[in-house]
């Protein structure tokens, strides 16, 4: 009777002290606020910090802005000349939004073909792998004799670069899926569409959605490669050609803005789709789901 009532309060004790269910979501919850501050506030100081030894060199060192301008100069001159740098802005937004759209539908489409029909894949992936590694500034030139429309050209040129990342990636994902599964589908008779909506097309999700960070940095760069290639101008051109223009005049400052703004563009793009990956993600496959560490 004694060893009872002495036990009893202690595992009494030791139920009252034990951390709940939800003290234990809400540790997990300041974890996880306390990394995305930290993934937010580390990169932003580190750019800070090498901003302001940027600033202070040039000035230290009185070095002329036709060499090497200080960031206070560049953001003047960015918001002085707003006018024709976000007209160009919108073009090169434009541009690499319709290369990826076609990347990704072509892509996606060509995958699947390639996934259900073998003969397929043998007669036109070998066609895939000469256009990605053939370098876009080498066919650009044809690409712009070939075609009459110059923002056609620029746009086939943006999505040659962006379409194998997303071709590639998409194909190993629909052959990922795990055999075994496979096997169980035909022995239940699924349907080739049940087994592509049931297995097939959750196995590439994710090597999807890694293509299409890939792809979104890269629609960029060949829509500013070949307006470079094309050195066009006007009013209905892009960033690339706001920097040529400005290396013919020698307005390094607005070579700099303009340059600003393509790696910023590019940032947004890499931060709306990993947020996306995240998104779809995030609650099921192991890349994006969150632990506490």
């Known amino acids: 009777m004694a060893s009872t009532s002495i036990t009893e309060p202690v595992a009494l004790a030791e139920v009252d002290t034990a951390p709940s269910e939800a003290s234990l979501r809400a540790h997990e919850d300041k974890l996880r606020r306390r990394e995305s501050l930290l993934r937010i506030v580390v990169p932003a100081a580190i750019v800070v910090l090498l901003l302001l030894i940027w600033e202070w060199t040039v000035r230290a060192n009185n070095i002329p802005h036709y060499i090497l301008p200080a960031p206070s100069l560049i953001l003047k001159t960015l918001f002085d000349n707003w006018d024709t740098l976000s007209s160009a802005l919108w073009f090169t937004v434009k541009l690499t939004l319709l290369a990826l759209l076609a990347a990704i539908v072509g892509g996606v489409l060509l995958a699947i073909a390639f996934a259900l029909f073998k003969w397929v894949e043998i007669g036109l992936f070998p066609i895939a792998v000469i256009l990605q590694v053939t370098p876009i500034i080498a066919i650009a030139p044809l690409i712009l004799i070939y075609v009459s429309s110059t923002t056609a050209a620029l746009l086939l040129c943006a999505w040659i670069v962006a379409f194998f ?12 899926a795990d055999s075994n599964l496979r096997d169980l589908f035909q022995l239940y008779k699924a349907s080739p569409w049940q087994t592509f909506r049931y297995l097939l097309a959750p196995s590439a999700l994710p090597y999807f959605m890694a293509g299409l960070k890939i792809a979104g940095g890269l629609s960029l760069i060949g829509a500013v490669v070949a307006e470079f290639t094309a050195g066009t101008a006007g009013k ?14 020698t307005e390094i400052p607005m070579m700099f803005a303009a340059l600003l703004l393509v790696s910023l563009l590019g940032i947004v793009i890499f931060i709306v789709f990993a947020a996306l990956s995240r998104l779809v993600l995030g609650h099921w496959h192991e890349s994006e789901m969150r632990r506490e560490r």
Do not use: D, Q
């Open 165 to 176: 990342p997303i071709l590639s990636n998409t194909v190993i994902g629909l052959k990922s």
């Open 236 to 249: 209905e051109t892009g960033l690339a050609s706001r920097i040529l223009e400005s290396s013919f005049r």
